[in-house]
Each structure stands twice: as C-alpha cells, then as structure tokens.
C-alpha cells in the first residue's frame, strides 16, 4: 500500500489500520501525540520517535538521565527490599522469643505435674507403711486376717501379704 494515497485527516480515522497509516505517514512532522492515539503501542512509539530525532548530545542527556531514574528506581526498591528483610528478621526473632516463652511455660508445667504426682507416689508409700504397720501391730494382738480386713477396708489376701 502506498502511503500517499492515504489522505485521511485525524478526525476521519476510525480503525486500528486508519491510525497506523497516519501515524506512518505524518510522524515526522508531527510535534506530539493527537489525542486519539491514546492506545499504549502509540504512545511508545511516539516516544521512540522523539528519541530518534535527538542530536548526539540530547541524546546523551536523555541516556543519562534514564540512568539516573533508573538508579533511583533501584535504590528505592532496594531499600524497600532491605526494610522488608528487617521487619521479618524482627517478626521471626519475637516469634521466636514467644516460643522460648511458652516453651518454658509448657515446661514449667511439666515439672509441676511431675512433682504433684511424684507427691502423690510418696504419700501413697506413706499410706501403705502406716497400713503395713497397722496389720503388724493387729496380728501381734492375735486378731484374725479376716477381722484385721474387716477393720482396715482390705481384703484376706492383702492381709496375708502384709
């Protein structure tokens, strides 16, 4: 297709092809972007464009400071990354100062429950050396195994083992 035959005006372009016939016909006269080139491809290539059209030394310029955006860019996102890696060093190092916590807690617990039943066992030992004792001291009388078991809550057999 040859270009100089497409004569539409901006006003008549309607599809996709009409803007990039006109585009390519009039980009080089063209100062900035009409308005009905709204679509991102457009607007890249009119920035391309631009570009193209710079002296060595604006374009030198312009390189430049792309670099220094760039270099903004990164040493913000770079920052932003550090702050992050800080406020989860931080988040892990409570969590963990919360699990030692409760950790000690849970063990704490342990020992308690391990002295409340080593207690228990003692006072279980206590009671079956006073009962032992008793069936000592009630056979030395000379009352029977069958009266001592009735007296003390025990059975015969309990009795005889004594």
Known sequence: MDLSNFVKEESDLVSNLDKWMFMLKHMSKLDKIPTIFNQEIFKRIFKISEVSKLTEEERMEYEASLKARWD???A??????VAREEERAIAEAKLAAERTKAEA?????EAEKAKVEADKEEAVKKERTIVLAAIRQLKKTGMSNADIAKE???S??????A
């Open 156 to 161: 015969e057999g309990e009795v005889e083992e």
């Open 76 to 81: 913000i996102a770079y920052t932003e990354q």
């Open 152 to 154: 003390l809550g025990l």
């Open 105 to 109: 807690k849970l063990a704490k617990a």
């Open 72 to 74: 903004y860019e990164n």
